[in-house]
């Protein structure tokens, strides 16, 4: 008895090595032709790849092209306004305020009456006007009084010296007191019609919208006070600070666009280089280039830019922007190195990662400056290199 039970444990453990080695082989059969479908042969900076795979990636190869690319050249800046469009504007008397005309942001048209001031003084300056004019009528008579009698002999010529003399004098109260009337916005031929007045309008000096408000109604303001500020937006332009590498690549009449980084929206604008200074900073290395603007409601003065400068069209080699990827701070392409048949028959590509230079972006294509070792290329992928970024770094991480 105890024979045969030992007979039949030997012939089941038997079986069940069997069972074991026979799963272990479907096992290594099956793994081995996953592998030789589906791997990616990865030797150093190349990835090398079936014909299936390289359709499934939808990969295309394509080659240099030539074309004319616009140099573009990055700088910063800020808007600027003409010195003549831009008005601090101060009483030209001292008063009170009697009446605000204007809020801040409205828009006025050059003598808007900003406000109303008045003063006694005003009043007193009328006053002096009217008695040098009555005393200036009275001498310019007299004078002709004296200059008849003294070339008759009858009088002395003393006396028609001395009537010129206060002539004279009278002559030039009268003048300087009728300016000082035009001066605080007074006619004199009002008041010499016997209209007097308390008040004066302070008007604006340019066009523009009113920037700053610094009074109150009632405020006694003198002639040292900044009342309003009227800025005119529409003579606004940018001034930009060029880099001494890019002086001579930047000329009159070429456009440029730029942002404002402090909006929310990323909006761009348009303008054209108007001048470019001679004189360069010898610090920052830097020469300033001033440009107009063709739009300007939503700009102000200060506003710190970032333009875009578009030079001269130049003939360059350049390539699809999906046929360059990044690694890092460095960019590169994937070339073709040809067709290779496997012993098994199967034919395989291997692509290699090669290093690019890049220059100018334009309308989805990318200036590549050092072609020398692939120029006349016909393999370059320019659709799918993120794939093979991608599967080369699988095999780099493989190795580790």
Do not use: W
């Not at 910063?76 to 003549?84: H, R």
């Not at 009697?98 to 942001?105: D, L």
């Not at 060029?242 to 909006?267: A, D, H, L």
Request: contains cysteine; negative net charge.
């Amino acid at each position: 008895m105890k024979a045969i039970i030992q007979k039949f444990m030997g012939i089941l453990l038997f079986l069940l090595i069997v069972a074991c080695n026979q799963q272990k082989n479907r096992g290594a059969d099956s793994s081995s032709d996953s592998t030789s479908a589906d791997s990616t042969a990865v030797k150093g900076d190349q990835v090398e790849l079936s014909e299936d795979q390289i359709k499934t990636a939808e990969i295309e190869l394509g080659a240099l092209i030539e074309k004319q690319m616009g140099t573009e050249i990055s700088v910063n800046g800020s808007t600027e306004l003409k010195p003549n469009y831009f008005a601090s504007v101060s009483p030209p008397a001292n008063g009170y305020v009697y009446q605000i005309n204007v809020q801040e942001g409205d828009q006025v048209n050059k003598g808007a009456v900003l406000a109303i001031l008045e003063h006694p003084d005003y009043i007193q300056l009328q006053q002096d006007f009217l008695e040098a004019s009555g005393q200036y009528d009275y001498l310019k008579k007299e004078l002709e009084r004296q200059k008849t009698l003294s070339d008759a002999n009858v009088s002395a010529k003393k006396n028609y010296q001395q009537t010129q003399s206060d002539y004279e004098m009278a002559r030039a109260k009268y003048f300087a007191t009728r300016e000082r009337l035009k001066f605080i916005g007074i006619q004199p031929g009002s008041v010499e019609a016997g209209n007097i007045q308390s008040r004066i309008s302070l008007r604006a000096p340019i066009k523009g919208i009113v920037s700053q408000i610094n009074v109150n109604k009632g405020e006694l303001v003198n002639m040292q006070q900044s009342l309003f500020k009227i800025i005119d937006n529409s003579h606004l332009f940018v001034k930009l600070s060029i880099f001494e590498k890019n002086i001579n690549q930047i000329k009159q009449g070429e456009e440029f666009t730029f942002t404002v980084p402090s909006f929310e929206s990323s909006k761009k604008y348009k303008g054209v280089i108007t001048g470019i200074s001679r004189t360069m900073d010898q610090q920052s290395k830097m020469m300033e280039a001033t440009g107009s603007i063709n739009e300007y409601m939503e700009l102000v003065p200060g506003l710190y830019v970032e333009a875009k400068i578009q030079g001269e069209e130049v003939a360059v080699f350049a390539l699809p922007n999906d046929a360059i990827v990044k690694d890092k701070s460095e960019e590169f392409i994937f070339v073709s190195q040809g067709t290779q048949t496997e012993s098994t028959g199967e034919k395989t590509i291997a692509f290699k990662k090669i290093k690019v230079v890049t220059g100018i972006k334009e309308d989805g294509f990318t200036q590549i400056t050092n072609i020398e070792s692939f120029k006349d290329s016909q393999g370059i992928v320019i659709s799918g290199a993120y794939y093979l970024k991608s599967e080369l770094n699988k095999g780099e991480g493989d190795d580790d």
